[in-house]
């Protein structure tokens, strides 16, 4: 579940006070040649937050990051990132900061201990004990050659490397693709502890239950701009509950209740989906027919995020096609409206 | 299913991905053969032109390093001899790189994994790269033939140039199978085939200087140690001399040998799996490593290394050869009066060593470019994003290469030239005369430095075509720049090259202008260079 964080920034509204916001970016565009990966993207991460940054491949979010990093240059619009411009303070702010890509790429005859060295040094300095303790905790063997690493041991190299230096922001880019189960529960083990220390991190992702894990917010983009932003409880009251209840009396009226959606009578009971907003309605209703068993499914992010890439899914199932990219190999599989 | 299932579809999809680089390996391989045979003719005009010229080949023990047992006097046997060892060469790179990338390579990205679940036989992969290695050597040995007939040499003696072709492409696809059991990287096995071919070379140079001249002068009777090579077996074949076709049993003998060990090599052992294994490296870092500086130059210290002993290899024997000027005036008397034309009452000697020094100079800027492309394969390969994210600036990085290079293009002609220095005085014992190719060394880094800056721009402007951009321009300066002259070019086009404008020492006067003009264009190209690319998307991906 959500990790609540008592954060000294309340509400959005904003006080101006740019330091309050880790990130925050206003109307980002960016093109190469006729495709437009970013249309007027805004995005706001605050200070002492974990940001889930969420889409399938090819939303934009690693374009993003890249431009958070001052790696590309934007067509329009404008971002800040620590307080300062992420292209012309770039390395200032690169001091401040930690990234590890989605895909690592390293130098095939360095040692993996030799590449977080290098990384960790060109940032801010090596904290030996920090390394040590991550190289531990990540159980990465430093002394191979990164040509002989497999995916999964190339990330945990840059994983250790950003967390071998203790600083502000750290910009996750699909950090934990081809880490194992138990390696991704040390991730957000670390990911957490830090944050916990008042950094901020902004994660993206496309697996859903590592975003719903950790994140205190989250943003959906979808072809380069953000559908939907906020807290997952935030989110939550905007969609539906699913119920499965048992009753000692056949259900009756329930399709005449506002709100209620795609009711299904069973023999003992029912099944139905209903408005965040009547669902005290629905349940009085409920008790006329005397409850022996009540399930509530409250929505998952899977839920939430399939609200917005429904008719690619559609179109995608017609063909017999799989999830669409939508949901990773963790996430839960929740009721799909 | 047998083994060799699915080894058909396999040679088709090797086909389909090396239809590009297969076919630029086949036409330029002869297009080569055509040049050295119509530049042979132009060196020697007549049969006495050429027998005087098989003499000094036979008799130079420089002549016999590099070019092989001279094989008498005929227009092939002598084409066959200059031009053989530089295109056995290409052919068993072009087979062997070719058996590699249908191979490990394959297995080192995963992509043989995913072929290996399909219904696909164990040797069917192997199979598939050893058809289009053997299949891409006899395409350039009929090739060889066809262009050689069509040159209107003999018969019989084309048909054995395309057989000693063949067999080399033969050999090394032979001993690529067996690296690419052995190596667990692409670049492991390919390094791997250039140590035989190394070997190889080093066998049969060692042969031939240790062999004697038949009797009449214009053949060389190898050592046995040249009997150990593959590119000696090619040589011993003797086109248009002897054309000893048993010869090439050896290479039939050595594939047989090759293959097998090879096909035995896979069916033990696992996939993705090697016979030589990495040893662990150091946990931590050396102080030395932690900068950006650190970096470019742990990246770039291979390459320096290999260079530097490269051109002093070459250099070394370059100068050694400078003595026997005047012994190659006697042979080559048309070659000799349109480089005196070049350099008007210069001594021979003095322009010999600039001329060959001034070619060599332009090879070895071959550094310069390959150094400063290793920017590129840092960005396209996607190492360079994570450098950047830390507190390096761009231009800080940028510089860390250019300097590096700079200082290694210095170091890279100096060593070249007082190599050839050494050479010369150990040839002559004339240290004062000798000291000139020191000189013509020297004079090339402004001009090589001009090249490098212009890598730069392509790289700063236009990333993803800078590796064509630059190597193009290296072929440029050494096509228009050093052969220009004798192609009668007019001279704009000469101009185009900044090594035309550096003063041809020692057989022209040291002038210090075009140097400061030339170094002034390097550092105002590199600055361009870093402004653009302060400002510039980084492109990853190639």
């Given amino acids: 579940m959500t990790v609540t964080i008592n954060s000294p920034i309340g509400d959005d509204a904003g006080r101006g006070a740019v330091m309050d916001m880790a990130i925050e970016t206003r109307g980002l565009v960016k093109r190469y040649g006729s495709t437009t990966a970013l249309d007027g993207l805004d995005l706001t991460v605050k200070t002492g937050e974990i940001h889930g940054f969420l889409g399938p491949n090819g939303a934009g979010k690693s374009t993003t990051v890249r431009i958070l990093l001052g790696l590309l240059r934007v067509d329009a619009g404008e971002a800040h990132l620590l307080g300062g411009d992420p292209w012309h303070d770039a390395v200032a702010l690169h001091r401040r900061l930690a990234y590890v890509p989605g895909d690592v790429n390293l130098w095939p005859t360095l040692t993996g201990g030799e590449a977080i060295d290098l990384l960790a040094s060109l940032r801010c300095g090596v904290d030996p004990r920090l390394r040590d303790e991550m190289i531990e905790r990540f159980q990465l063997d430093p002394r191979k050659r990164c040509s002989s690493y497999s995916k999964g041991n190339r990330q945990k190299v840059a994983i250790v490397a950003a967390f071998a230096s203790d600083v502000e922001l750290y910009l996750l880019d699909e950090p934990t693709s081809g880490l194992d189960p138990l390696m991704e529960t040390v991730f957000q083990d670390v990911v957490k502890e830090r944050v916990g220390q008042g950094r901020t991190a902004l994660l993206s992702s496309h697996i859903l239950a590592e975003a719903e894990a950790l994140c205190d917010r989250v943003s959906i983009i979808r072809e380069g701009q953000i559908v939907e932003t906020g807290t997952l409880d935030d989110m939550r009251h905007l969609t539906r509950t699913s119920i499965h209840v048992r009753t000692e009396r056949p259900l009756t009226g329930m399709s005449r209740l506002a709100g209620v959606h795609d009711f299904e009578a069973h023999h003992d009971g029912g099944a139905f989906e209903v408005d965040s907003e009547h669902l005290g309605a629905a349940l009085a209703h409920l008790t006329t027919f005397g409850v022996l068993d009540l399930e509530s499914t409250p929505p998952t992010l899977e839920d939430l995020f399939l609200r917005h890439y429904g008719d690619e899914l559609a179109a995608l199932s017609g063909n017999g096609g799989a999830n669409g990219g939508t949901s990773g190999s963790g996430a839960k599989r929740g009721r799909r409206r | ?542």
């Fill in chain 2, 1 to 542: 299913m047998s083994a060799w299932t699915g080894t058909s579809r396999l040679v088709r999809l090797a086909l389909r991905r090396d239809r590009i680089v297969l076919p630029i390996w086949l036409v330029s391989i002869c297009v080569l053969i055509l040049a050295v045979v119509s530049a042979e003719t132009g060196i020697y005009r007549d049969e006495e032109q050429r027998a005087s010229g098989a003499a000094f080949g036979a008799a130079n023990i420089v002549t016999r390093i590099f070019d092989g047992p001279a094989s008498g006097t005929s227009l092939g046997a002598m084409s066959i001899v200059e031009g053989y060892l530089v295109l056995a060469i290409f052919v068993a790179l072009m087979a062997g790189q070719a058996v590699v990338r249908h191979t490990r390579l394959e297995e080192e990205t995963g992509r043989a994994e995913l072929i290996g679940s399909s219904v696909v036989g164990r040797q069917a992969r192997l199979t598939a790269a050893l058809i289009v290695g053997v299949g891409a050597s006899l395409i350039v040995g009929v090739g060889a033939t066809v262009v050689l007939l069509a040159y209107g040499l003999p018969v019989g003696g084309s048909i054995a140039a395309g057989v000693s072709f063949t067999g080399v492409g033969v050999a090394f696809a032979a001993f690529a199978a067996v690296a690419a059991q052995l190596a667990v990287s692409q670049r492991g096995a390919n390094g791997l085939v250039g140590l035989a071919l190394g070997a190889s070379f080093l066998l049969r140079s060692v042969g031939d200087a240790l062999g004697h001249v038949a009797p009449g002068g214009v053949k060389l009777v190898s050592s046995w140690p040249s009997w150990l090579s593959p590119l000696g077996w090619g040589q011993q074949i003797r086109p248009y001399g002897e054309d000893h076709w048993d010869v090439a049993l050896l290479f039939v003998g050595l594939a047989v040998v090759g293959v097998g060990g090879a096909f035995g090599l896979a069916a033990r052992r696992d996939l993705g799996a090697g016979l030589l294994r990495d040893r662990p490296g150091p946990a931590t870092a050396t102080p030395g490593l932690l900068s950006s500086m650190g970096l470019a130059w742990r990246l770039q210290r291979t390459a320096l290394l290999a260079w530097t002993v490269g051109m002093i290899a070459v250099g070394v024997p370059f100068g050694a050869v400078g003595d026997s000027a005047n012994d190659f005036a006697d042979s080559a008397p048309e070659f000799v009066a349109t480089l005196e034309r070049m350099y008007p009452g210069a001594s021979l000697v003095d322009v010999f060593a600039a001329f060959m020094i001034g070619f060599l100079g332009v090879g070895a800027a071959g550094y310069t470019v390959q150094a400063l492309l290793r920017m590129r394969a840092e960005e396209a390969s996607g190492r360079l994003e994570p450098v950047l994210a830390t507190a390096v600036g761009r231009r800080s990085w940028l510089a860390g290469h250019s300097l590096i290079t700079a200082v290694g293009t210095c170091v890279v002609l100096g060593a070249m030239g007082l190599a050839a220095t050494l050479g010369y005085w150990i040839a002559s014992g004339d240290l004062g005369t000798g000291l000139g190719a020191t000189g013509a060394g020297l004079v090339q880094i402004p001009a090589a430095l001009a090249l490098g800056a212009f890598v730069l721009v392509a790289f700063a402007f236009t990333p993803r075509w800078a590796p064509t951009l630059a190597w193009a321009g290296l072929a440029t300066c050494l096509v228009v720049g050093q052969l220009g002259e004798m192609l009668e070019l007019p001279q704009w086009a000469l101009n185009v090259s900044p090594f035309t404008h550096a003063p041809a020492i020692p057989a022209e006067p040291f002038a210090a202008l075009p140097l400061f003009i030339l170094l002034v264009c390097a550092a105002g190209l590199a600055a361009v260079a870093g402004l653009r690319f302060r400002r510039r998307d980084l492109a990853i991906a190639a």
